[in-house]
């Protein structure tokens, strides 16, 4: 087997694109500083749209991966009038979206790893460009010098929540003065993902339960009554992304390429799309570092990627302050969204596909 891609980065993204080249006729191999099976330990949930879902079955490993289904999601925001509902009825779909693991997904996808292949050499460190005709970086976190940084001064504080009621599917989105909480369908729980002001999220965090309960129903409000919580984790939020994914025989992919605010859940969602573009821009290529095969892909992808970014950064300016007059907007613009229809779907379609929603 000749390889022709040396994918460095064995987490989810580096894996994904792995396969999905081999599914498409190019061969490559995975380096990665860490042990084999050190993703697997990610104790991140994850929320996926119903087009990453479609990605990972043409992937071929949907159907392992332990999942909770999102039918509905609610958005609305504390201090003023007007939500608006997102349903997969709607939308014609059978959901929105999916909670799982991330530990469960780079399960699956080194069982699928396994079963062809692709050579993954562990604890290789990779400190200069490899000499294959093409690398894609997929790990860690943007380190280019010229990145666009935006620090939003928050933190997510993540854990599993018991309510005392169902969920039936439904996740929650609710945008307030100190940032967004988002309560995800999990199993017979939720998943939730509370923002704070940087300064005070460890102090947040280290709270007791019962304490916690009562910080999150405030923040929440009552339309869900949560009754526990399990172990709180602490993490920066912000926006970090290079000015460009392509270099001479190099791409960048996944966390290496962006960082997004959790916000709307677009992070690895975007990264499949990435993915998925790439793989398919070289297919069966002779040479994937081609520039002019990475100038095709770069500027497929402008147009979802520079979307997504300004979708969530946007977000979290206009609901996270507590201004008057934008807060009697924020009312009226979700309430708009709920009484038309074509707008509701586009906000959908955008969610579950990116660019190629519209």
């Known amino acids: 087997m000749s390889v022709s891609v040396t994918v460095v980065g064995g987490g989810p993204a580096g ?31 994850l929320a996926l749209s119903h087009g990453a879902r479609q990605i990972l079955e043409w992937l071929g490993v949907w159907n392992t991966i332990p999942h909770t289904a999102i039918t509905t999601i609610h958005i609305s925001h504390q201090g003023g009038l007007g939500r608006t509902r997102l349903t997969a009825e709607d939308e014609g779909v059978p959901a929105l979206g999916y909670v799982l693991a991330a530990g469960d997904l780079a399960t699956a996808l080194d069982v699928a790893l396994v079963e062809t292949d692709i050579v993954f050499r562990e604890h290789t460190k990779v400190d200069e460009q490899p000499d294959t005709p093409l690398t894609i970086w997929a790990e860690g976190a943007v380190d280019d010098e010229s990145a666009i940084v935006r620090d939003y001064g928050q933190h ?67 339309r869900v009554r949560f009754t526990s919580v399990g172990e709180r984790f602490v993490f920066p939020l912000g926006l970090r992304y290079r000015k460009s994914v392509v270099a001479t025989r190099q791409v960048w992919i996944g966390n290496a390429a962006q960082t997004l605010h959790p916000v709307a859940g677009q992070g690895f969602n975007l990264a499949l799309r990435d993915i998925y573009e790439l793989a398919r821009t070289l297919t069966d290529a002779q040479d994937p570092g081609a520039p002019e095969l990475l100038a095709r892909y770069d500027a497929a992808r402008k147009l979802d990627r520079n979307g997504a970014m300004r979708f969530t950064d946007t977000l979290v300016h206009l609901f996270s302050n507590d201004d008057f007059l934008l807060r009697h907007a924020r009312g009226a613009g979700l309430l708009a969204l709920d009484l038309l229809p074509p707008a509701r779907h586009f906000v959908a379609r955008r969610m579950m596909f990116g660019a190629r929603g519209w």
């Open 15 to 45: 894996m994904a694109i792995a396969l999905a080249l081999h599914r498409n006729g190019v061969e490559s191999e995975i380096v990665d500083a860490r042990a084999r099976g050190a993703a697997k330990e990610d104790k991140r949930i």
């Open 156 to 222: 997510g504080v993540i854990c599993t929540a018991t309510a005392d009621e169902p969920h039936a599917g439904r996740a929650w989105e609710r945008f307030t003065p100190e940032g967004p909480v988002a309560a995800l369908p999990w199993g017979k729980d939720y998943a939730v993902v509370m923002t704070c002001a940087a300064a005070q999220s460890t102090q947040v965090g280290a709270l007791g339960d019962a304490e916690f309960v009562a910080t999150l129903q405030r923040r929440f409000g009552g």
